[in-house]
């Protein structure tokens, strides 16, 4: 069926029958909904009347709606599987978040990942991840190893998690934190609780290349609100809350991925005061927070955990192997999360549970998280050094993290770059893959902890030459 409407000529008529079938397809229109009216239709698209009856009638000619006499036309054909693919408006595959992500995750030593999103293998923990796996087989009982954990996860780890919370500001309470297999995860249950097809999703532009793909998923209108070094643009984000009613809006409030900015206290309350009368939620995903050198203002501790939701996990400073981040929100909607959960994905694993519990009640891992910062204000100096070297320059200065935000020069655009310095095994993110506007053309978010040696800037300089 699609097909059919894809062969057509340009027309008017191919024109209409296109836009109705994409709105099927992005389950805007799911079967036995009503479509517009003949009448609406044409106005909406500035065409007659007698083209919509037209590509309405080949329609139904094909199956996909059916009329109904007096009352208009409905969808009729079964929906397809969802592809999320398909519903990308990214015509580049370098600048599609779902191709950045498998280039990052292909196999392969022989690639350099200055692109990925991660810690390398040799700053991860690992004697203190194998004294917490010899402790939990061990130690761990029947339950730790077998069996399903409770749904809101373990309790002496919500426990952990709060007090946790409680030293950066926000006064939480166990019944309102629960544990998920990552902080993806998490925003994906926030986002199955909270939104319907063609809700409109804030975020910020840039952001986080899989909050593109994830808000695909949920058939969300995503919108973007231009970061500024200090948070987002409140005038922009003050025009669209007046013009599109948001549902949601997701961000960092600290080291912003991709640029690393943190919000200022001015900006955090002013954000929230826009915000109350348009009952918008708030994601807070607070995944980097551990990397800051000097915490910055969480909206979360501002709000007390009413409109805003907290995620994060431990997948960057621990391990990516061992699944588990937690959702922090009102206690009434820790409810309705769980059951989510249950029915989703059963239970969060309890031999995880146990092994990043450990390592918070021995200290090992705060020792772990001090080193790590260390090691990447060091490590941010060098890169920022040897990238100046190439007319490569941050577009600010991060509290902390492993992500520098740059301007390629000479109005280079980075993905030609991208695809060039792929052609030598060097993976790159170029800055359109996390701008939901398509105004980072000539930005780049590199990982510093992946540049260490030479070969990354001389595949670099290769490809702007």
Not at 16 to 21: D, N, S, T
Not at 204 to 218: I, V
Not at 378 to 384: F, G, N, P
């Amino acid at each position: 069926m699609v097909e059919a409407a894809e062969q057509l000529e340009p027309t008017l008529v191919g024109q209409v029958m296109r836009l109705i079938q994409t709105r099927i397809d992005r389950r805007q229109y799911t079967p036995g909904a009503r479509i517009p009216s003949v009448r609406a239709m044409a106005d909406s698209m500035g065409v007659s009347k007698s083209t919509v009856v037209e590509a309405y009638g080949r329609l139904v000619a094909e199956g996909i709606v059916q009329p109904r006499l007096g009352s208009g036309f409905y969808v009729a054909a079964p929906l397809a599987p969802l592809n999320l693919a398909e519903l990308s408006t990214d015509t580049d595959p370098t600048v599609d978040p779902l191709w950045v992500m498998r280039q990052s995750l292909r196999p392969g030593e022989e690639s350099l990942r200055p692109g990925c999103g991660w810690l390398p293998d040799s700053w991860m923990p690992h004697e203190m991840m194998r004294k917490a796996l010899r402790s939990a087989a061990r130690d761990g009982s029947g339950a730790t190893l077998f069996e399903y954990g409770p749904a809101l996860g373990a309790d002496s780890l919500r426990g952990l998690i709060t007090r946790r919370l409680l030293d950066q500001g926000v006064d939480a309470v166990p019944d309102q934190v629960m544990i998920t297999d990552s902080c993806t995860h998490a925003i994906d249950l926030v986002c199955r609780f909270l939104l319907e097809p063609g809700d409109t999703v804030l975020v910020d532009d840039p952001c986080y290349f899989n909050f593109k793909a994830l808000l695909r998923a949920h058939r969300a209108n995503v919108i973007g609100v231009p970061v500024t070094p200090g948070g987002p643009d409140l005038s922009v984000f003050a025009s669209l809350l007046e013009a599109h009613r948001p549902r949601i809006y997701i961000t960092n409030s600290g080291l912003q991925n991709p640029t690393g900015a943190s919000l200022t206290a001015p900006l955090a309350h002013r954000l929230l005061k826009l915000s109350e009368p348009h009952g918008l939620v708030i994601v807070e995903d607070d995944i980097f927070g551990d990397f800051e050198e000097q915490p910055s203002p969480r909206l979360a501790a501002f709000d007390g955990l009413d409109r805003v939701v907290r995620v994060s996990s431990f997948s960057k400073t621990l391990s990516a192997s061992v699944r588990l981040g937690y959702i922090a929100c009102r206690s009434d909607w820790i409810r309705g999360l769980a059951d989510l959960r249950m029915v989703t994905g059963m239970a969060s694993s309890p031999l995880n549970a146990e092994l990043v519990e450990s390592m918070l009640i021995d200290g090992s891992y705060r020792r772990h998280v001090e080193r790590i910062r260390t090691r990447l204000a060091q490590q941010r100096q060098l890169v920022t050094a040897r990238l100046a070297r190439l007319g490569i320059v941050p577009w600010t200065e991060p509290g902390g993290g492993m992500f520098l935000w740059c301007a390629l020069p000479g109005g280079a655009d980075a993905a030609d770059v991208a695809r060039r310095a792929l052609a030598q095994n060097v993976i790159l993110a170029p800055g359109n893959a996390f701008s939901v506007s398509g105004a980072a053309t000539g930005f780049v978010r590199f990982n510093v902890t992946q540049m260490e040696g030479d070969k990354v800037y001389a595949a670099l300089r290769r490809a702007l030459a």
